[in-house]
């Protein structure tokens, strides 16, 4: 069984950068590709980036591009997504997921799936 866990999140100003981290034990992680989701208050959960099990793809949603970067470190068994210029509309649970058998932007391509964590950005 794998456990995911979400950590660097907080509260920032609107322009400032966070880094999370998602910590994977347990079962296989590095074999498989990785997203990072987001969800608002009354709002679906949406997709916000995606790694390939080598980090060699990368698939960003469009509200994330060019400002998020995600990446990944197998032997630390540790995806990270370093968030810049973020804006009061990327308040949110951050949840990262490990993929099935497939990974991109649809949230039922993910098996596994962390406990989020809050990220608040003030305007």
């Known amino acids: 069984q794998v456990h995911l866990v979400e950590s660097g999140g907080g509260l920032v100003q609107a322009g400032g950068s966070l880094r999370l981290s998602c910590a994977a034990s347990?079962?296989?992680?590095?074999?498989?590709?990785v997203g990072w989701f987001r969800q608002a208050p009354g709002k679906e959960r949406e997709f916000v980036a995606a790694?390939?099990?080598?980090?060699?793809?990368?698939l960003y949603a469009d509200s994330a591009k060019g400002r998020f970067t995600i990446s990944r470190d197998n032997a630390k068994n540790t995806v990270y997504l370093q968030m810049n210029s973020l804006k009061p509309e990327d308040t949110a649970v951050y949840y990262c997921?490990?993929?099935?058998?497939?990974?991109?932007?649809?949230?039922?391509?993910?098996?596994?799936w962390g406990q989020g964590t809050q990220v608040t950005v003030s305007s």
């Open positions: 997921a490990r993929g099935a058998t497939n990974w991109g932007s649809i949230k039922d391509e993910y098996a596994y």
């Open positions: 347990g079962g296989t992680f590095r074999s498989y590709g």
């Open positions: 790694i390939s099990w080598s980090g060699g793809g990368t």
